[in-house]
């Protein structure tokens, strides 16, 4: 009799150890994407210029052109420094703590930049780089600014210099990553940190006032702001751009 119960129990056990595995399946199998997977957003598709504008302007200018699944300043209409039909682009959004990714190439000789936290406000301020840290975009072998110490590819400009050197030469893709939260900002080129720096302390403030950003009232102290592609009147193309808030 004691053996039958044993035996019973044991069934019992089983069946429930199986109802219980095969419950943890279905509830696995229906569960949505990880958090970090489900809140990437693109800010590019690849096929069109939406979700972006030229700075101080409601429409992009026509020298961004999408080609072959990159966003493209097509630099061949020069005026001064920058592009006939160019200028900076922003996105339509602000962002405040948030994990950058995008690969871009640069042409030879030229120089391009991502620039954070940009506040459009063109008639305070003139230029998306007045306002918003830049990393640099450039062809660290052919163009002038190569020279300059804190002024190569992967640097946060005229502010902190990368190290190691990862970029690659011009015409080649380079991915990036830029992460800045609680103030910290980070930037990871080619799968290796490069820049990483606290923001809006006494040390970010002093780098600050030692730079050609020193006369600039307001550079680099906004904590929320778009984020926008830079046309220095050279060929560059940018692709597979996203963006996670954090």
């Avoid at 600014?145 to 502010?159: E, V």
């Avoid at 929320?224 to 046309?231: E, F, T």
């Amino acid at each position: 009799m004691l053996y039958r119960s044993i035996l019973a129990m044991l069934s019992l056990a089983a069946l429930v150890g199986c109802q219980s595995s095969q419950s943890k399946t279905m509830t696995e199998q229906a569960s949505p994407a990880a958090p970090e997977e489900a809140t990437w957003q693109p800010l590019f598709d690849g096929k069109t210029t939406q979700g972006w504008h030229s700075y101080g302007k409601a429409t992009i200018g026509n020298a961004w052109k999408v080609d072959n699944g990159t966003l493209h300043l097509d630099a061949s209409s020069k005026q001064d420094w920058q592009t006939n039909g160019g200028g900076d682009i922003v996105t339509e959004e602000s962002f405040g703590d948030f994990h950058l990714k995008l690969d871009w190439k640069i042409a030879a000789n030229g120089n391009s930049g991502i620039i954070l936290y940009v506040q459009e406000d063109p008639a305070k301020y003139e230029h998306t780089w007045h306002t918003g840290p830049e990393i640099q975009v450039l062809d660290n072998a052919g163009h002038p600014d190569a020279k300059i110490h804190k002024h190569r590819a992967g640097d946060l400009y005229d502010l902190i210099a990368s190290s190691p050197e990862t970029v690659r030469p011009a015409g080649e893709w380079n991915q990036v990553e830029i992460i800045s939260q609680d103030g910290r900002l980070e930037v990871v080129q080619n799968g290796k940190k490069v820049v990483t720096t606290t923001l809006w302390d006494d040390d970010w403030r002093a780098r600050i006032a030692g730079s050609k950003f020193a006369s600039m009232p307001g550079f680099g102290t906004f904590k929320s702001g778009k984020i926008a592609l830079q046309d220095h009147g050279d060929n560059v193309w940018y692709r597979n751009i996203m963006i996670r808030r954090l």
